[in-house]
């Protein structure tokens, strides 16, 4: 019998769900919103196995909780798939509540990174969540919409069972293989490129990473290994969003894109064979970029790199194990500056061994660099991280788990030397030094062709100001206000 799936984004937030990456849309510089691909890609599988799927962004289309719950009472799903973020998984669990109270046989299967760690005890404390899918999601689904196994026998999830909470083993794909994404289902006209307002579809290219950052989640979540697709299979994920919708801008997701140089070169020379032509950003190391590597990528219609940097202090760079000299990576953003590739450069302040003086040596390299966006997140300790264990066991850290308090751009944790009060204060004049100061726009309007590219530049920059700087402030006033009264 066909089934009804319906997959949300729920009304608690913009957030990029379909990474490891989490972070807020409104309150982070660096990104802007991406298409649901994962919920797409998951559909295709569901599809595939003869179901119905409807995916929604509630959060994209500005829909409210009031019109979740009309939506699960006109359609009455057999299945709701809820995507979560570390930084939201309480609200976002909240949809189990209303889809149960709503008609109780609806199946609840939430997905995402928070459920790496102590899925069981999220479980307990969230009793209306049937199942949890932690990695490698497009598989479970597949097999729970086949409905030939039993949840016993599916990897990577967490289930209910006679009043137990069952946790299968773990299992990481050699390959990556995805389904056709259901991209009927994703209203493409909400995901638009910032700097020309045109349309942008987002395409899973890898997985995985076997660096050793002790922050990032990246080896947890998509293995120890840089996993890339079958370059044939991507080649045809971007004519089917060029031939049915006409999109030729991407962003091309993985968790590091330029690791692999061969593939990407035998992947940029199917690009150049396509009889149109598409423009996409994706991510760096900064030790992988080479002026070679540059221009092939360029050639293939590359226009942005999103980098991680996270420190201007050498000290810093060894202790968080992302060992980046300064002068390489000096020497890779002038090298992209020199083939005209746009940087969206990613640091990050308040590891436990930041001071005042590792911080301002970050905030003086981040200007220096002169990135054409520049974000500062705060240091958040994701579990499962080798750095959410330093801040778990050292008490002067005041760890807090609470996804109200975790979030890349606000803290209440300290570091061995800084209150979260210094580190908020140091994180502002971060920003301000970026933003407010006029070099910084002369030099990235070189990279402007038209009006339009800068009018949308303008705006989003503006959007970004407002919420970050001139909205925070404004609430964090209120919030003042109100203690104090
Ligand atoms: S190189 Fe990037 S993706 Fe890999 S572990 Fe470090 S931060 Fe994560």
Known sequence: ?????????????????????????????????RAPVDLAYIAGAIANNGNECIIIDYSAEKLSWLDMLNDLKILHPDYVVINTTMFSYADDLAVCSACKDINNNIITIAKGAIFFYEPLMIMRNYVALDIAVAHEEENAFNEISLNTKTLSEIRNIIYREKGNIIKNPSHI?????????????????????????????????????????????????GGAKVRYRAIHEVIEEIKLYYY???????????????????????????????????????????DLISSDILSIIKDAGCWGLSIGIE??????????????????????IKLCRNHKIVTLLHFMIGFPWDNENTIKDTIRFANKLKGNIVEFYMTTPMPGTEL???????????????????????????????????????????LRSVYLNPFFYANSLK??????????????????????????????????????F
């Open 388 to 430: 959410y264990e330093i801040f778990k066991n050292d008490d002067r850290l005041k760890l807090s788990l609470d996804d109200k308090v975790m979030n890349q751009n606000k803290t209440e944790s300290g570091t061995l030397y800084l209150t979260a009060n210094q580190l908020t204060k140091l994180r502002k004049k971060a």
């Open 311 to 332: 420190s201007g202090s050498e000290t810093i760079q060894k202790l968080i194990k992302k060992n980046l000299s300064k002068s390489t990576v000096e020497n890779a």
């Open 1 to 33: 019998m066909i089934k009804k799936w319906l997959l949300l984004n729920p009304p608690t937030g913009k957030y990029i769900r379909d990474t490891r990456c989490q972070a807020s849309v409104d309150e982070i510089f660096a990104v802007s919103e």
């Open 447 to 484: 990279y402007i062709t038209s009006f339009s590219q800068l009018i949308n530049c303008a705006r989003f920059i503006c959007k970004k100001l407002y919420n970050i700087v001139i909205k925070k402030q404004i609430t964090e006033s209120k919030v003042l206000c109100k203690k104090k």
């Open 173 to 221: 794909n050699a390959e990556l293989i995805l389904p056709t994404p259901l991209i009927q289902q994703i209203k493409h006209e909400l995901y638009k490129r910032p700097d020309t307002d045109e349309m942008q579809a987002s395409i899973t290219i890898g997985r995985g990473c076997s660096g050793k950052c002790i922050y990032c989640i990246a080896p947890l979540v």
């Open 244 to 286: 049915n919708y006409g999109i030729n801008n991407f962003y091309f997701s993985a968790d590091t894109f330029i690791w692999n140089h061969d593939w990407v070169k035998r992947f940029c020379e199917e690009i150049c064979k396509l009889d149109f032509k598409i423009s996409w950003l994706c991510t760096a190391r900064a």
